[in-house]
């Protein structure tokens, strides 16, 4: 299994990035799968998760109503569009996946992107 993260760079307050995670090894459709981030000096935090059969979405409240999670199966790519950003979203976001889950711990999770960074500036 891989999950290989991009979209991630510089961006200045209030703008607008679309990360992208592409996975081998693992259906999408079936699989729970989720965002994750890490801050310097922090633990790894819940973003989003999107299930599968149906596609339910869940947010943590720092990014509900900004981020959507979305994914593509038949691409097996998972997608966070992130608007209206700030300079505390400013992590290495993770994307990841368990084949089944609340998918809101990171403890549930089998498999892991490397990561990419997202930098808001002020």
């Known amino acids: 299994v891989q999950l290989v993260e991009f979209g991630g760079g510089l961006v200045q307050t209030g703008g607008s990035l679309r990360l992208s995670c592409a996975g081998s090894g693992v259906t999408f459709s079936t699989y729970v799968m989720g965002w994750f981030r890490q801050a310097p000096g922090e633990e790894r935090e819940f973003v989003a998760v999107i299930h599968p059969f149906g596609s339910a979405t869940d947010y943590s409240d720092s990014v509900k109503g900004r981020f959507t999670i979305s994914k593509d199966n038949a691409e097996n790519t998972l997608y966070l569009q992130m608007k209206n950003l700030k300079p505390e979203d400013t992590a290495v976001y993770y994307c990841?996946?368990?084949?089944?889950?609340?998918?809101?711990?990171?403890?549930?999770?089998?498999?892991w992107g490397q990561g990419t960074q997202v930098t808001v500036s002020s």
């Open positions: 990841a996946a368990t084949p089944a889950g609340t998918g809101l711990s990171q403890r549930e999770y089998e498999y």
